[in-house]
């Protein structure tokens, strides 16, 4: 009897000194978690990485915490050494990323550990895919004062595709996350799901890649007076226009529906006509842009105010297409009211 009111004396204490630790750390952890969403997504953008659901991040749980610190089991007695108190999930749209983001976080961040849980398995198995990475902040960043005491904690970032996510959220409800936990007659048909999200992710990879073959032959004689499609429009664009007005949220297919409508069906009309007003729109664009003050923007355009630009790719077009046809005519084609576009004085076409 002694012995086990012993135990629950030290159970008691336990818990105690977690909850205390707990809520002494929260807050460092809450600015730890806010700076990786904020690092992440800049990376992120820097490498034209998207994400196939937006960017998940939590702080472990005082209960869960509780039950992993208090477990036979744990290899840690200390919250603040708990490898992830700090989670941050990206699920990414495409699998051919997963190398562009495994270099990019071993490079920027203090890798303690990384994982491939694919790695447990064998060519006949199935299971949970997913890279594990726990990191710490690299020593330059501690040298901002508001990072100066984040580096003590570890981070766990999860990363995997969105098929292979499917298959985790599913494993997960099913509690199918082993073979051996899947009842014998319904083995067959969890192989082949399995199977077929694997098989989605690497036809992805064979569409970005034709794709990309496509658009590199598409300067091709032939090509410029074929029917436009988005990889084309987005192209002509991309060739025309700085760079530092590209948007990655372009809406290409919205704009292939407004040169259609327009008449403007082959590559070589659409440069012939951002050719002719080129340099007409970039100077209004900028002179536009300089006079524009930051409230002018939204919050997730701040940077288009930083770059000195007001206009997307799509919108300059949109700007040389009203020069074109005339405004009347382009608001008719998008379907709005009178709409002000750069150097609306007049509604003459040319």
Same mark, same amino acid.
């Given at each position: 009897?002694?012995?086990?009111?012993?135990?629950?004396?030290?159970?008691?204490?336990?818990?105690?000194? /977690?909850?205390?630790?707990?809520?002494?750390?929260?807050?460092?952890?809450?600015?730890?978690?806010?700076?990786? !969403?904020?690092?992440?997504? /800049?990376?992120?953008?820097?490498?034209?990485?998207?994400?196939?659901?937006?960017?998940?991040?939590?702080?472990?749980?005082?209960?869960?915490?509780?039950?992993?610190?208090?477990?036979?089991?744990?290899?840690?007695?200390?919250?603040?050494?708990?490898?992830? #108190?700090?989670?941050?999930?990206?699920?990414?749209?495409?699998?051919?990323?997963?190398?562009?983001? $495994?270099?990019?976080?071993?490079?920027?961040?203090?890798?303690?550990?990384?994982?491939?849980?694919? +790695?447990?398995?064998?060519? /006949?198995?199935?299971?949970?895919?997913?890279?594990?990475?726990?990191?710490?902040?690299?020593?330059? @960043?501690?040298?901002?004062?508001?990072?100066?005491?984040?580096?003590?904690?570890?981070?766990?970032?999860?990363? !995997?595709?969105?098929?292979?996510?499917? @298959?985790?959220?599913?494993?997960?409800?099913?509690?199918?996350?082993?073979?051996?936990?899947?009842?014998?007659?319904?083995?067959?048909?969890?192989?082949?799901?399995?199977?077929?999200?694997?098989?989605?992710?690497?036809?992805?990879?064979?569409?970005?890649?034709?794709?990309?073959?496509?658009?590199?032959?598409?300067?091709? $004689?032939?090509?410029?007076?074929?029917?436009?499609?988005?990889?084309?429009?987005?192209?002509?664009?991309?060739?025309?226009?700085?760079?530092?007005?590209?948007? $990655?949220?372009?809406?290409? +297919?919205?704009?292939?529906?407004?040169?259609?409508?327009?008449?403007?069906?082959?590559?070589?009309?659409?440069?012939?006509?951002?050719?002719?007003?080129?340099?007409? /729109?970039?100077?209004?664009?900028?002179? *536009?842009?300089?006079?524009?003050?930051?409230?002018?923007?939204?919050? $997730?355009?701040?940077?288009?105010?930083?770059?000195?630009? *007001?206009?997307?790719?799509?919108?300059?077009? !949109?700007?040389?297409?009203?020069?074109?046809?005339?405004?009347? !005519?382009? @608001?008719?084609?998008?379907? #709005?009211?009178?709409?002000?576009?750069?150097?609306?004085?007049?509604?003459?076409?040319?």
């Amino acid at each position: 009897m002694a012995g086990r009111s012993s135990g629950r004396r030290r159970s008691k204490r336990l818990v105690e000194q /977690t909850r205390a630790d707990y809520l002494a750390v929260r807050g460092t952890a809450e600015r730890l978690l806010e700076c990786l !969403r904020t690092q992440l997504s /800049t990376i992120l953008e820097q490498n034209s990485i998207t994400l196939g659901v937006p960017m998940e991040g939590r702080i472990k749980t005082l209960a869960s915490v509780e039950e992993k610190l208090t477990s036979k089991a744990a290899s840690v007695s200390s919250v603040s050494d708990l490898m992830d #108190l700090v989670g941050v999930r990206l699920i990414l749209l495409f699998r051919k990323d997963l190398v562009t983001l $495994d270099e990019v976080i071993k490079s920027t961040f203090r890798v303690v550990s990384f994982e491939n849980t694919g +790695d447990r398995l064998d060519a /006949t198995q199935f299971g949970y895919l997913s890279n594990h990475y726990s990191v710490r902040l690299p020593e330059s @960043w501690l040298e901002i004062p508001s990072y100066t005491d984040l580096g003590d904690l570890v981070a766990e970032i999860q990363v !995997r595709t969105l098929a292979q996510h499917m @298959w985790a959220a599913a494993s997960h409800k099913l509690q199918y996350k082993r073979e051996e936990s899947v009842p014998p007659p319904l083995r067959r048909t969890i192989h082949r799901v399995s199977a077929l999200l694997e098989t989605v992710d690497l036809e992805f990879e064979r569409v970005l890649i034709e794709r990309a073959s496509y658009v590199e032959a598409s300067s091709a $004689d032939e090509e410029r007076s074929a029917p436009l499609n988005v990889d084309l429009v987005a192209k002509v664009l991309a060739d025309t226009w700085p760079p530092e007005n590209e948007d $990655d949220t372009e809406d290409y +297919d919205e704009l292939l529906r407004n040169l259609n409508d327009l008449g403007v069906t082959t590559t070589d009309r659409l440069q012939q006509i951002l050719a002719k007003h080129k340099k007409a /729109t970039l100077q209004e664009e900028r002179e *536009y842009a300089a006079s524009r003050q930051p409230s002018d923007y939204n919050e $997730d355009d701040m940077d288009r105010y930083e770059r000195g630009v *007001y206009y997307t790719h799509v919108g300059l077009t !949109r700007d040389s297409l009203g020069r074109e046809f005339g405004r009347k !005519r382009l @608001w008719q084609v998008l379907g #709005l009211g009178e709409m002000k576009f750069i150097g609306d004085d007049d509604d003459t076409g040319d």
